[in-house]
């Protein structure tokens, strides 16, 4: 009992947070100087350091290599000094190798942050938006690198996608997509559940995974209200997390599936020039996606084993001819749709259509001011995912990432495609729960695709291996949208999702290897 107390529980987060302040901190060897074109430092170093390539990977300056760790000359302290005595302003030591002590400051928030989400002492909307004040308290990132987050062009879709789930469900519109589903499910909640959840598991490859959740959740709702189903049962957990995890998993089947595929694709051609057409990526992901949607909804069945007892209601009238209402809505949510489709014709960030198919909808007379007002979860919208994002910007500006990724990646130096694809699978999965998976993506790219050149390893295996892995992002809420907008909907806690995702990730992380490494044979890409 005393560890359910919450004063308990916020000094077990404090004590975690100093736990890690006071494990002795690794300065590393390698530092990076930018800002320093002439390398006027290397010069007034040069016997304390030399220049290290840095295993062949793309740098903005140059780095250097200590010849006597652990002396006071061979830190980074002593190179920021140097750069002060030179008088360049501009210049910047950032750690390649070892752990900033800003690095550190912010691994010891995130423990402390963690653990916050995980049990929930306080609200998770509190914990959320507090991550920026802790991030501006600890030096690591200024005012405006805390609160911009918040605001994100992400967190403004979402909340495009969660006022289109209002409309929807206003209009009538999930009420008749939900009674379709469930005419063919009769009266079992789990097989309406998987039929739902793998539907628009697979959807949203097409319309992106944040819109597929949110309309999914908006059409289950009213039929478990119906059923009888409480919140926070077994079977509410098993019916609202198999649609976030099942549209998480769907994101990867095509390019605009989710930002992180859009992300590494732009990589991969910045890097090597290589393209990954819509076509590509779908020929080479879809299979692993379709095998995942439904292994995922699987697997949480066996971990929450919902009550078969529920029944849903029988629907043995047909629907009535669409309204006028139900065709305003259609044709507006399909146009935004279409425009997300069609980003990489247009440029518009999902975000521009997103707003003008709101405008459109309250113009329309299908929704109101107080309509949004009242269902939507703001603290969800711009708290939890705002938070996360910010959270994850803050892991890079630290260099905490960084230093991660550096240290887990040269592991798997010379061990082979399959080898390589593994490490970085399971370092996205992992890493993209505690940042946006478009950050995660971008973050760890430039990191790997040099390492794979090197390796003579195709760069598009990791390219698309990161996109692929960074849809499994379901150990938090803030992991990613379909996360956070279940969630919203208070039919679960916090912990239930990572209970779930704690089985969920490995599971689903071990079919998306066998599925590539068996399919990506057969096409020759490996």
């Known amino acids: 009992m005393l560890l359910k107390n919450k004063l308990v529980q916020l000094c077990i987060a404090l004590g975690l947070g100093l736990i890690v302040m006071l494990i002795p901190r690794p300065e590393g060897t390698k530092f990076e100087i930018i800002g320093d074109p002439e390398k006027r430092i290397l010069t007034q170093v040069g016997g304390d350091f030399v220049i290290d ?24 302290k002593h190179l920021e000094e140097e750069a002060v005595r030179l008088g360049l302003t501009d210049a910047r030591v950032v750690y390649v190798d070892g752990l900033s002590p800003t690095a550190k400051r912010f691994l010891a928030t995130l423990a402390f942050l963690l653990f916050l989400f995980i049990f929930e002492p306080i609200p998770l909307e509190i914990t959320a938006i507090s ?19 918040y605001m994100h062009p992400v967190v403004v879709f979402i909340m495009c996608c969660l006022v289109y789930a209002i409309a929807l469900e206003k209009a009538g519109l999930t009420q008749r997509l939900g009674q379709a589903i469930a005419r063919k499910a009769g009266d079992s909640v789990i097989r309406f559940t ?24 908006a059409t289950m709702l009213p039929l478990m209200r119906a059923a009888g189903i409480k919140p926070y049962t077994k079977t509410a957990k098993f019916m609202m997390l198999s649609v976030a995890f099942a549209c998480s998993a769907g994101g990867m089947i095509t390019l605009v599936g989710g ?11 910045e890097f090597t020039g290589m393209e990954l057409t819509f076509f590509d990526w779908m020929k080479f992901a879809a299979p692993a996606g379709i095998i995942t949607v439904p292994l995922a909804v699987t697997v949480l069945y066996f971990v929450y084993r919902p009550d078969r007892s529920f029944k849903l209601p029988k629907f ?8 006028a209402l139900e065709k305003k ?16 014709a247009h440029g518009l960030d999902y975000s521009i259509p997103g707003i003008l198919a709101i405008a459109a909808l309250v113009i329309a007379g299908v929704l109101e001011w107080e309509d949004i007002h009242k269902h939507l979860e703001w603290g969800t919208v711009l708290f939890i995912f705002g938070g996360g994002i910010s959270l994850g910007l803050g892991m890079d500006a630290s260099g905490a990432a960084r230093y991660f990724a550096n240290l887990f990646f040269p592991l798997f130096k010379g061990s082979g495609w399959l080898i390589m694809f593994i490490g970085v699978a399971v370092f996205g999965a992992i890493v993209t729960n505690a940042m946006a998976n478009v950050a995660a993506a971008a973050l760890i790219l430039p990191i790997v695709i040099p390492l794979a050149q090197l390796e003579g390893v195709d760069p598009r295996v990791l390219a698309l291996c990161l996109g692929m892995a960074t849809s499994f992002a379901l150990l938090l809420v803030i ?48």
């Open 53 to 76: 390539d840095n295993g062949g990977q793309k740098t903005k300056g140059y780095v250097l290599r200590a010849l006597n760790p652990g002396q006071p000359q061979a830190t980074a």
């Open 131 to 149: 991550i920026g004040v802790l991030l501006i308290l600890t030096g690591v990132t200024d005012v405006k690198g805390a609160w911009a987050p």
């Open 194 to 217: 998987f039929l739902l959840s793998v539907g628009l598991g697979y959807a949203s490859g097409l319309f992106h995974d944040a819109a597929a959740a949110a309309i999914g959740i």
């Open 259 to 269: 930002g992180r595929n859009m992300v590494s694709a732009a990589f991969l051609k």
């Open 316 to 323: 043995d009238e047909k629907m009535g001819p669409w309204t």
């Open 329 to 344: 809505t259609t044709a507006i949510l399909v146009v935004a749709f279409g425009m997300w489709l069609t980003k990489g």
């Open 479 to 526: 992991g990613c949208p379909p996360n956070a907008i279940a969630y919203s909907y208070r039919q679960f806690k916090s912990s239930d999702l990572t209970k779930a995702g704690l089985v969920a990730t490995p599971v689903l992380l071990t079919a998306l290897i066998l599925v590539c490494a068996l399919w990506w044979e057969l096409l020759g890409l490996v």
